[in-house]
């Protein structure tokens, strides 16, 4: 008899999470897989090994006897995955993401590099583009994931996804007649020079009554009514509408997020980052 080590561990998934919907969450699997799994593990060892009751699962005596190996036997192995896939790449390397970007995934990203690379150190800031961009130039940054426009792109930027720009406000606060009030991310970042200019090639008067230091803050005060916004299409969230005025407006250009290494020869931990880096997050 072989037992299959993925179907030891969707077995002890679906008994430590009492049941299979969230055993198959857990796996990021399907719910028929893993079904299928416990089903061909059953029919190996010859013996009934969950019992139900109601919505959950637990395990049947035999099912009990061979958690305890089943545990065992994938730990032991994950372990040796681990000490073979890990590599002799050593060095530190300092990346940048903006906000916009899921910290959570960009942290299972970098989690999963250091497992791979236990000899490497990862120093991760979070800050908006234009700024991530200044501290790349000043090789204070060896990696950042970048928000920028077509002008803005270099031929050595790897293209994660793009992301269109658009105007949102709130469904009881549209401005739709007279002066607009612009919602803003400030003067560094290059969402304001794109609505004043389109707002003043469409004539449309208008004036800064708010700038903020995040996406967070932009999306609140649209939220709360106190002016229009510019937005990535990805950013909008609640209860924002797209701006019915900007019909009269010219398209924003769309946003491109990309990967991007600071001047010079990247490091070798920097390039395989990178690779990492697009490959989890570049859009198929």
Same mark, same amino acid.
């Given at each position: 008899?072989? !037992?299959?080590?993925?179907?030891?561990?969707?077995?002890?998934?679906? +008994?430590? !999470?009492?049941?299979? $919907?969230?055993?198959?969450?857990?796996?990021?699997?399907?719910?028929?897989?893993?079904?299928?799994?416990?089903?061909?593990?059953?029919?190996?060892?010859?013996?009934?090994?969950?019992?139900?009751?109601?919505?959950?699962?637990?395990?049947?005596?035999?099912?009990?006897?061979?958690?305890?190996?089943?545990?065992?036997?994938?730990?032991?192995?994950?372990?040796?995955?681990?000490?073979?896939?890990?590599?002799?790449?050593?060095?530190?390397?300092?990346?940048? $993401?903006?906000?916009?970007?899921?910290?959570?995934?960009?942290?299972?990203?970098?989690?999963?590099?250091?497992?791979?690379?236990?000899? $490497?150190?990862?120093?991760?800031?979070?800050?908006?583009?234009?700024?991530?961009?200044? &501290?790349?130039?000043?090789?204070?940054?060896?990696?950042? +994931?970048?928000?920028?426009?077509?002008?803005?792109?270099?031929?050595?930027?790897?293209?994660?996804?793009?992301?269109?720009?658009?105007?949102?406000?709130?469904?009881?606060?549209?401005?739709?007649?007279?002066?607009?009030?612009?919602? $803003?991310?400030?003067?560094?970042?290059?969402?304001?020079?794109?609505?004043?200019?389109?707002?003043?090639?469409?004539?449309?008067?208008?004036?800064?009554?708010?700038?903020?230091?995040?996406?967070?803050?932009?999306?609140?005060?649209?939220?709360?009514?106190?002016?229009?916004? +510019?937005?990535?299409?990805?950013? &909008?969230?609640?209860?924002?509408?797209?701006?019915?005025?900007?019909?009269?407006?010219?398209?924003?250009?769309?946003?491109?997020? +990309?990967?991007?290494?600071?001047?010079?020869?990247?490091?070798?931990?920097?390039?395989?980052?990178?690779?990492?880096?697009?490959?989890?997050?570049?859009?198929?």
């Amino acid at each position: 008899m072989q !037992l299959d080590i993925e179907s030891l561990r969707t077995f002890a998934a679906v +008994v430590d !999470l009492k049941g299979m $919907t969230r055993a198959a969450e857990s796996l990021e699997i399907s719910q028929s897989a893993v079904s299928w799994k416990i089903k061909r593990l059953e029919e190996k060892v010859g013996r009934s090994l969950l019992i139900r009751e109601g919505h959950s699962l637990r395990p049947s005596r035999d099912g009990r006897e061979l958690l305890h190996y089943a545990r065992a036997i994938v730990g032991t192995h994950d372990e040796a995955v681990r000490r073979l896939e890990s590599s002799e790449l050593s060095g530190t390397v300092k990346v940048g $993401t903006p906000e916009e970007i899921s910290t959570a995934r960009m942290c299972a990203v970098l989690s999963r590099f250091n497992r791979i690379h236990p000899r $490497t150190s990862i120093e991760f800031f979070v800050d908006r583009s234009f700024r991530l961009a200044s &501290m790349l130039a000043l090789s204070e940054l060896d990696v950042a +994931v970048l928000q920028v426009i077509e002008k803005d792109r270099r031929p050595e930027d790897q293209i994660l996804w793009k992301d269109p720009l658009i105007w949102v406000c709130a469904p009881d606060s549209q401005y739709e007649e007279g002066v607009v009030p612009l919602i $803003t991310f400030g003067e560094g970042g290059f969402y304001r020079p794109l609505a004043r200019q389109a707002l003043t090639n469409a004539a449309i008067p208008f004036t800064v009554t708010f700038s903020g230091p995040s996406a967070a803050s932009v999306i609140g005060a649209a939220e709360a009514g106190l002016g229009v916004a +510019v937005l990535a299409e990805s950013s &909008m969230r609640g209860d924002l509408i797209r701006w019915p005025r900007a019909d009269s407006i010219p398209p924003l250009p769309d946003s491109t997020y +990309v990967a991007r290494a600071a001047a010079g020869e990247p490091s070798v931990v920097a390039t395989e980052l990178i690779s990492d880096i697009v490959g989890e997050l570049q859009a198929e």
